[in-house]
């Protein structure tokens, strides 16, 4: 198994307007996250989509990374290989931030499993573009939260009244 090694590393976008700033792909490597920071905040929403994501069964650790100003956190599995993500699919993400980040903090879909430990997620929801959320697991996905905080600054009426009745929206119909 070949292991990949992302290090003190400061993201300000990602490689081509709209992508992710680190894609993870698997399932034969092994992604090493340590000690990074992406920062999205000087993105327009329509510049950006995840800071981190995981496919085809990805193996993704993730340590001492500051994450902040994203749209959209982190996507372990993305529909595109089910079967690999439930399978193969595995994040370990540790004593990391993520500040202000719209949502998927993390989201974990197609059976992948995450543990977080010791993570601080503060104020999902500031770069709202349709929903809002903290962690979200679905189709067969589990997030294992060991240790870790969720925070909001103003409450569930901190994105304000329109953006919160867009996002209970945006889930029921989900």
Known sequence: ???RYINKTYFISADDEGDDAITAYGPETTTLIEDCVIDFRGLSLDEQDEAISGVNGAKVIIRRCLII???KA???GNGDYPLMDLVEGRWLIED???WECGRRCPEAQ???RVIMKRCWIHNFGKRFDERAFGAWSHLGAEIYAEDCLFT???GIFGLGVIATIKDVISHIVQ
């Open 152 to 154: 909001q600054s103003n």
């Open 69 to 71: 100003g994203a749209k």
């Open 74 to 76: 982190l996507l372990a």
């Open 96 to 98: 990391s931030i993520l």
């Open 110 to 112: 197609d059976g992948v």
């Open 1 to 3: 198994m070949d292991t």
